[in-house]
Each structure stands twice: as structure tokens, then as C-alpha cells.
Nanobody, 116 residues
Framework: VQLQASGGGLVQAGGSLRLSCAAT????????MGWFRQAPGKEREFVAS????????NYADSVSGRFTISRDNAKNTMYLQMNSLKPEDTAVYYC??????????WGQGTQVTVSS
């Protein structure tokens, strides 16, 4: 499995971005997917997750109400719509695929920078 995250960039506070995570292979629709982020000097943190069918979604408190996770299993792609962005959202965003007890496969990350 290979995961390719894209869609990052530079945006002003209050703006929006949409991240995508494209997966290879035929098993994308079988697994929970997640978004994580890591800001400079900080540990990687959970952002959001979505179940295999897309019916169950979870969000970190810091992004709830502003970010929306979704997936299109026919396209092997997961998305993260980010609205009302804040400078503290600045980080490298990673997508990952959950297997058994942990997030096992990771993408390379895409940089999101929010200017004040």
C-alpha cells in the first residue's frame, strides 16, 4: 500500500484548503483511514479518522466543527476539508491507514501553512 497526500499550501487565517490522500491497491475500502499532523517542535497528533464505510468519523477537539473528513472508496481517495483555518493549524499533514491495532501505512505528508 502506498499513500500519497496532496493539497497543502499557504493560506491566510480564515481560509480553506482541501487535502487528498490517494491510495494504491485494492483494499482501500476495507480499512479505517486517518489524518494526523505534526507542527515544528511538536509531536505528531491525531486530526480525524473515518471508518471503512465512511459512516463513523472522529475528530480532534481542536478541529471539530472546522474540518470534515470524507472518502470515496471508488476512487481510493480520502479527503480533509479544512475551513476557518488558524495559524495553529500550521503543520505537515499525514494520511494513514489503520490495520488491526495501529496505523500501519503512512503517506509522505503535505505542508499546510496558515498565515496570520
Amino acid at each position: 500500500v502506498q499513500l500519497q497526500a496532496s493539497g497543502g499550501g499557504l493560506v491566510q487565517a480564515g481560509g480553506s484548503l482541501r487535502l487528498s490522500c490517494a491510495a494504491t491497491g485494492r483494499t482501500f475500502s476495507m480499512y479505517t483511514m486517518g489524518w494526523f499532523r505534526q507542527a515544528p517542535g511538536k509531536e505528531r497528533e491525531f486530526v480525524a479518522s473515518i471508518s471503512a464505510s465512511g459512516t463513523v468519523k472522529n475528530y480532534a477537539d481542536s478541529v471539530s466543527g472546522r474540518f470534515t473528513i470524507s472518502r470515496d472508496n471508488a476512487k481510493n481517495t480520502m479527503y480533509l476539508q479544512m475551513n476557518s483555518l488558524k495559524p495553529e493549524d500550521t503543520a505537515v499533514y499525514y494520511c494513514a491507514q489503520h490495520r488491526i491495532t495501529t496505523y500501519y501505512y503512512w503517506g509522505q505528508g503535505t505542508q499546510v501553512t496558515v498565515s496570520s
